[in-house]
Every structure is written in structure tokens, then in C-alpha cells.
């Protein structure tokens, strides 16, 4: 296989099974078929150094990138900050190529989390914030401008990053890879709105608390359930209490992918009030599973959800237009059947296979060039 029989990769990751996430999911996927394309994958977690003090750690995982960088060619960072910096550095200092995967914008996020800023991502671009917030950007801004190679998850993405750096041309998109496991539906009685990710503000879960409260005048069984963890957990179970809504509203915490399937399996609905995706494996899965998918018109959704044909498009944070966009799912079967059955074929656009030749493809093209 020429060069690439020679190809090595070191890929740091700030999370690494048995952690679970996203950039988990992902480097797993690169140490376990890469090397059926002839490219060796080496592995070094954040996670081994997480434990110490801020700064020591980042320190100390510097270090280690240089200690298990000697025979590689690409290091190829999946985050812009806790291993995009030292990585950055550590392929400056050893003359290594350097690649970096943007899954999300770490600074606005942060920002939104931390330091009180609440314009949407688009916003956050061009408007100037504290010396904190601008110190982050900074740095992600920094580990940008020095990789040779950046993948983003989505078109709309490649958009948003490639303003970051002179060369845009550099910013490559690879859709990220769904696992599409095929589920059984089980047709019931029982309404089920679910819903999924991470319990930020910008998701937007407590929306969805209102929606099913208000359809529950009409339809006195629905229920949602919502999967997931983070920030957000407390906020949402004093609104749960408040409302007096927890026959109503049912908060799974985090659950395995076998119990999420369980879910969809069931589901009526799937619902994702959120202001922001660079790219929503939870759409996908959703769609896979053949349910009926009504989600906000941001970020990459408009790349997988064709309003109307495939699932339905509405506003950020607009009860109304969900409440409408749900009640039409339930009322009219055979619209619900059919953009079902368009979702499904939709969905294998993202397969893990395709996301895979992608970007062996593009390590055969840029390793080429040296």
C-alpha cells in the first residue's frame, strides 16, 4: 500500500471509553478500523491526567504527547483546548504534522456555561466579550491557525470555523458516523414525546416541559422523557417541581444506548428544542429508528431534516410552533408514516461506513503531498 502502509497517528482526545460522549465514540471508531486501511492509531486520553491540578495537567499531558509521538507522522487533536493547545505545541516543537478536529465551538460554549454570555453562537463570532471569554477564543483561534488539516462535522460548520483562520480552504467537512442499528417499533396506545443530549441552556428542555404540559389538555397521557446529563439538571428538576409536572416529565439521566433504542423504539415523537449543532447524532438516530423527528431550524439540522419531507423544522424556543408541529405527527398517520419512511432513508447518508472512506480518502490525498 506504499506511504500508507507507513502511516501512524497519535489521536488525543480529551474523553476515552469507558468515558462516554461524543469524542469517545469517535476515537474508538479510529483505533478499531483504521488500521484495516493501513494507517497504525495510537490513543492518549485526557482522561489519565484529568485528576490533577488545572495547568499541571495540561502540562503534564504535553509531556506525554511528546513521549508517544516519536514514530508518528500525523498528531490529529479532537477538541480546540484541553488537548488541541498541548498537542498544537507538542507537533510545533517534534516538526510533526498536526490535524485537528472541531466538534464544537469550546469557547462560546464555555462562555454560555461560565461567564454569562447569552447571544447564539452566530452572534458570538463578531461581537467582543471579557478578558476571560476572549482569552478562551484566543487559544481556540491559536490552535486553529496552526494545524495543517481541519475537520469539522458539517457544511454549516466548515462555514463557522473557516472564519476563524486565513486559510479556509484547510477546513474539510466529514459528516460524523451514526451507528445505524436497526430497532423495532412497537406500535402503542401510549403518546411518547422523547428527547435527548446534553442538559445545556441552549437545548432548551425546559420548552419542552411547557409543550407537554399544554398538550396534556388534549391528549391527558402524553408524557416526555428526556435522556441525558449536565449543568442544566438542577434548573430543570425545580421547573419539574414547580409546575407540579412529574407524571408528566420524566428525566432518564444518562442512559446506555441499548435503553435509548429501548426509547425510540416506543417513541411517538422525537423532539430537540436547541439553539446550536454542528452536527446531531441524535436526529440521525432518531430517524433511523423511523421516528417522526421535529427539531429546531439552526446549525446542521437544515443538512439532515428536509422540512416537511423528512421531519418538521420550527423555531428556537417556540412553544407554539412545536405544540403545531407535534399535533400534526399525531393526527394525521399517514404524513407521520411518511416522512418516517424518508427519515429512515435520509439517515444513511451518515452511516459510520461513509464517514470512515471519507476520511481515509483525505489521509491518502494530504499524506501524498509530504
Known sequence: MGIMSKLKILVTTGIFPPSVGGPATYSKLLLDELPKHGIDVKILSFDGVR????????????????????????????DTVSVGLPSACAAKLLGKRFWLRVPGD????QSRQRYGVEDSIDDFQTKKYSFAVERLRKIQRFVASRAQLIIVPSEYFRKLVSGWVKKPDKVLRIYNGVELVNIDRKISNKKTIFSSGRLVPWKGFDLLVDVVLELRQKYPDIELHIAGDGPDKVKLLNKIEEQKAADAVKLLGFISKDEIRKELSQASVFALNTGFESFSFAIVEAMWAGVPVVTTNVGNLKEIVDNGENGLLVSYNNKREFISAIEKILQDPEYTKQISQAGKEKAKDFSIGRTLDELVKILKNETNKY
Open 106 to 109: 469550546y469557547a462560546w460554549e
Open 51 to 78: 485528576s490533577l491540578p488545572k495547568i499541571v495537567r495540561h502540562l503534564v499531558f504535553f509531556l506525554k504527547i511528546l513521549v508517544r509521538s516519536g514514530d508518528v507522522s500525523i498528531i490529529y487533536a479532537q
